[in-house]
């Protein structure tokens, strides 16, 4: 019990964004996220969804990582109806209201490429839903590879821009460049990697993804 407990909470706090980020002049009015329309309406194929996780590894997230929002997807239209392709266990899409209002409070913030009218044409879109459909039903990683066999949320998303349309959304960055100072991190580090902590590890953040200079605010509620 305790080790399954000490693995979430490794899993929880290398995925998390920046909530010191500035909103940009272009976020729209607050929403009821039981307006499906009026959410719906502002969507693009390839939009990045970003919300604060329930997961009772809250504490362990903010300590390492002084961030908001630790879950983040990426958005498509199946058909009619709108998904969010997000990397939980395993990797599936969820209906954009359901992971909504899985979120705290029902928050969310919807972000875009600045220049997807010219980057992100239909062909591109199509390869990026490809690349997406190829990682369903793989394992959450847990360890944070970067190899493909495994994936964790913002890994997915950016591996789907890199791999589709040879776009790196966020700086990767190391193990070593989060907050590991408090002694709860610090335990929970040694525990689940014993003296082997993976220290230069290469991962990538929500909060790598969230403060890109490549997005811009879309909507917020």
């Not at 630790?70 to 266990?89: L, R």
């Not at 239909?122 to 390869?127: L, R």
Request: with cysteine.
């Amino acid at each position: 019990m305790i080790r399954n407990t000490i693995i979430l909470l490794i899993s929880s706090f290398l995925l998390s964004c920046s909530a010191n980020s500035n909103i940009d002049s272009e976020v729209q009015p607050k929403l009821d996220t039981s307006s499906k329309s009026d959410i719906e309406s502002k969507l693009e194929n390839g939009d990045i969804i970003f919300q604060v996780s329930l997961t009772p590894q809250s504490k362990a997230v903010k300590l390492a990582t002084k961030s908001q929002y630790s879950h983040v997807g990426i958005i498509f239209k199946d058909e009619d109806s709108w998904m969010v392709y997000e990397a939980i266990q395993p990797v599936t899409k969820t209906p954009l209201k359901e992971w909504i209002e899985r979120g705290e409070n029902g928050h969310y913030v919807l972000k875009r490429l600045k220049n997807s009218k010219k980057v992100l044409n239909s062909e591109v879109i199509e390869k990026m839903k490809a690349i997406g459909e190829e990682n369903m039903g793989k394992d959450y990683d847990i360890y944070f590879n970067w190899s493909d066999v495994e994936m964790y949320c913002s890994e997915l998303v950016w591996k789907i821009y890199d791999q589709a349309a040879d776009i790196r959304i966020g700086e990767l960055k190391q193990l070593k460049d989060l907050d590991l100072t408090s002694e709860s991190v610090q335990t929970i580090l040694s525990e689940r990697y014993g003296t082997a902590i993976p220290l230069e590890g290469k991962i990538i953040a929500p909060s790598g993804l969230f403060d890109s200079d490549k997005l811009r605010v879309v909507d917020q509620n």
